[in-house]
């Protein structure tokens, strides 16, 4: 019984970390508006390119700040590989000016992607 | 060598698995797993739409039938009247009943924030207007 017990422990306690991991690809210190009417994600699309923007109004995917101009690089490429349908979701601070928001939605556009979705909380937790 | 073995383990708890230590790790682990774990929030995505920039010198000209919001750092306009959000979510209400997929105009201003913004998406969200679409104005 013991070894089966330690295993099983060392399996849990692996499959927790990975899982942690796989959220650390957000910034957490971005403060999302409230929409408590909008529909709630349910399912994700795993080609989803998430562009966030802070409260400063610097631009990010992935933890990995960039300008506009080489977002618009980043989207381009993503169009040529996946097509005009891949959707691109805007995580953008409550306080951030729209024109940091308008550079973004302005790569996107130029990029030929003419739907963005923004990214809010619905309900928030505990 | 045998004997002895045998008599150490059966001297703890009459040959049964000590689950003593065990619980104790198991613990550990929940505790720590309680305090690390934040709690997640629901999300929810607001579809917009952007005119291509093409059109966009077409749309300055505004067809009148379009509804047209237009968000500032200071409040809200419905067809260049002033709105405040509840007087905003009636209007809304009014067009919804009349035709779900008109197209509404959203104009935000440079300086405006975000929030303001998905407020207004939220609003049409909830009266169930689809055809949003967002410009940015100076």
Same mark, same amino acid.
């Given at each position: 019984m013991t070894?089966m017990i330690?295993?099983? !422990?060392?399996?849990?306690? !692996? !499959? ?7 959220? &650390? ?44 101009? !080489? ?5 381009? &490429? ?36 003419? /739907? ?7 309900? /928030?937790?505990? | 060598?045998k004997r002895r073995k045998r008599q150490r383990d059966t001297s703890g708890e009459s040959g049964e698995l000590n689950m003593t230590a065990m619980i104790d790790? *198991? ?17 929810? =995505? ?15 000209? %505004? ?29 809304? *209400? ?6 779900? =997929? ?17 407020? *207004? ?5 909830? %009266? ?11």
């Amino acid at each position: 019984m013991t070894p089966m017990i330690d295993v099983v !422990f060392q399996l849990i306690i !692996f !499959f927790v970390v990975t899982a942690d991991m796989q959220q &650390k690809a957000i910034d957490e210190s971005i403060k999302l508006a409230m929409a408590p009417h909008a529909k709630p994600v349910e399912v994700r699309d795993p080609r989803e390119v998430v562009i966030e923007v802070d409260n400063q109004g610097r631009i990010s995917i992935a933890r990995t700040y960039m300008t506009a101009d !080489f977002l618009y690089t980043v989207m381009r &490429k993503t169009v040529a590989d996946h097509g005009q349908s891949v959707p691109v979701v805007i995580r953008a601070d409550g306080g951030t000016r729209h024109e940091a928001v308008r550079q973004v939605m302005d790569a996107c556009t130029r990029a030929g992607l003419w /739907k963005v979705k923004f990214s809010a909380v619905k309900e /928030k937790a505990g | 060598m045998k004997r002895r073995k045998r008599q150490r383990d059966t001297s703890g708890e009459s040959g049964e698995l000590n689950m003593t230590a065990m619980i104790d790790v *198991v613990f550990q682990l929940l505790i720590f797993f309680l305090v690390t774990q934040k709690p997640i929030d629901t999300m929810a =995505n607001l579809d917009v739409s952007r005119p291509s920039p093409e059109s966009r010198q077409e749309q300055m000209q %505004t067809p009148p039938k379009m509804i047209r919001i237009q968000i500032f750092p200071d409040g809200f306009t419905i067809n260049d009247r002033p709105v405040g959000l509840s007087e905003m979510e009636g209007l809304l *209400v009014r067009l919804a009943g009349i035709d779900r =997929n008109q197209t509404i105009m959203i104009m935000c201003a440079a300086m405006s924030r975000h929030e303001d913004l998905v407020r *207004v998406l939220d609003l049409c969200a909830k %009266t169930g207007l689809v055809n949003l679409s967002v410009i940015s104005t100076n």
